[in-house]
């Protein structure tokens, strides 16, 4: 089969410990006077805020701070942030924290520099101008969301995520440092990890994937394989730390030239709805999918039994054992159950009309209608 792709990765990796020291030099360079950082709550707290805030500060830049970033971000987080920035008038952004201050700052780079509401964005041809540069310091493994080119926003009035994917509003720069992770709760290194297994798997089996996100999507499966349980066991366990930040930005690589798919379609609808953990949502829906789309996909899920180093002897074998570690992993990672997100009954056709007008069902490996969400949400209600 003859390929046709692109590739582009605008972002720039800086990887390591204390990766972050390097920020305050590259906002000089640049001219930067102002910024703001985007964050959560709990991430303001955090010890290492204070060493990254007061890095840049020491190089004469002044720090203004939005820490209203919400779970699933939502459209008002996101235009209260974009205000505050085009007040202030602002040179750059920064975000720190998992998927939903990164994804925020995002869309607040478009709406500070074009006005209007977030919604309007997810046309990305509308994002017509420059947008405001913005630099990424991730602390959580899984959302990948600091190299890719899309932002998952909640539209609040219609209960339904959307996103905007454009190497526009790719960050600058992501500074990625394992050691800002050691400090998460088990729940949320699981849940963050099968986020990023996730994109791994649903990049490798996209309608969508090439050669180059192949490559990312089957290391990422490798190392998010052998060390997501270490990591959740032994949250100081170093090597562990480095293995799952590497496979959830191999991961985010991946996904980004590639798509997600099936998985995600109805993780974001459970999202938009119930305002559920995206990395439980996806934990929940990732073997089931998976089930059902096996026999679409049956050699690319072989060779995913083969990157967690299982053994087959042909490929029906190797997609079943695929698909049965998965569910495995998922378990011995003690998520929560589908029906502790709060999903009712009356709410499930929503739900898959919600699935199937996700952008990346095209992408998924198996056609799949609303009907046929409707059937593995059902499935998932046991
Ligand atoms: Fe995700």
Known sequence: MQHNFGF?????????????????????????????????????????????????????????????????????????????????????????????????????????????????????????????????????????????????????????????????????????????????????????????????????????ANPLSDAAALHAIELIHTHLITAVKEPQNAAARDGMMTGSLLAGIAFSHSDVAGVHCIAEALGGKYDAPHGVCNAIALPVMMEYNRDYALERYARIARAMGLEFKSAAEGAEKAVERVKQLAEEVCLPEFRSLGVKEEDLQELAENSARNGSNADNPRPMTADDYLQVLRNLMG
Not at 125 to 138: D, F, N, R
Not at 184 to 206: F, N, Q, R, S, V
Request: hydrophobic content about 40%.
């Open 8 to 208: 582009i990765l605008p972002t720039e990796i800086q990887y390591g410990q204390n990766a972050a020291l390097k920020l305050p030099e590259e906002l000089s360079t640049h001219g930067v006077k102002s910024v703001l950082l985007i964050t959560d709550k709990v991430i303001r707290t955090q010890p290492f805020m204070t060493d990254i805030v007061d890095n840049i500060v020491a190089q004469d830049i002044r720090v203004y701070l939005f820490d209203q970033v919400e779970a699933n971000p939502k459209d008002r987080n996101v235009e209260d942030a974009a205000e505050q920035a085009a007040n202030l008038q602002v040179d750059a952004l920064i975000a720190v924290g998992g998927g939903s201050p990164i994804d925020c700052a995002k869309a607040v780079s478009v709406v500070a520099t074009h006005g209007g509401s977030v919604r309007f964005y997810a046309d990305a041809a509308k994002i017509t101008g420059e947008v405001l540069p913005l630099y990424t310091i991730p602390t959580t493994a899984g959302t990948g969301s600091e190299v890719t080119f899309s932002s998952v926003i909640t539209n609040t009035q219609e209960q339904y995520k959307f996103t905007i994917k454009s190497p526009k509003i790719a960050p600058q720069v992501a500074y990625i440092d394992p050691q800002l992770t050691h400090s998460k709760p088990a729940e949320l290194t699981a849940a963050t990890g099968m986020d990023a297994l996730t994109h791994a798997i649903e990049a490798y089996t996209a309608k969508a």
